[in-house]
Nanobody, 112 residues
Framework: VQVVESGGGLVQPGGSLRLSCAAS????????VGWYRQAPGKQRDLVAQ???????NYVDSVKGRFTISRDNAKNSVYLQMDSLQSEDTAVYYC???????WGQGTQVTVSS
């Protein structure tokens, strides 16, 4: 099983990006999925999670700005990021919870 992230890039403060995570199996629909991020010199931290029942969880720093969603027909999870701040700059990873499955990461840089 593999997951592949896409959608990162360079954006100005206040801008938006939408990250995608695509899985290689339709078993994806039975799994909880998380987005994590890792800034230079820091540990990898949880950003948001979505359960197989579509329940969601966010860290306080992104509440009201980020939205996680999933489309099981496309074996995909998305992270809509609005009102981006420089502090959001990091490599963002998709992770199948309670597994060792991680994507390769996608770089998000927020800078003017």
């Amino acid at each position: 099983v593999q997951v592949v992230e896409s959608g990162g890039g360079l954006v100005q403060p206040g801008g938006s990006l939408r990250l995608s995570c695509a899985a290689s199996t339709d078993l994806f629909r039975f799994w909880d999925v998380g987005w994590y991020r890792q800034a230079p010199g820091k540990q990898r931290d949880l950003v948001a999670q979505i359960g197989r029942g579509f329940g969601t969880n966010y860290v306080d720093s992104v509440k009201g700005r980020f939205t996680i969603s999933r489309d099981n027909a496309k074996n995909s999870v998305y992270l809509q990021m609005d009102s981006l701040q420089s502090e959001d700059t990091a490599v963002y990873y998709c992770h199948i919870e309670d597994s060792t499955i991680w994507g390769q990461g996608t770089q998000v840089t927020v800078s003017s």
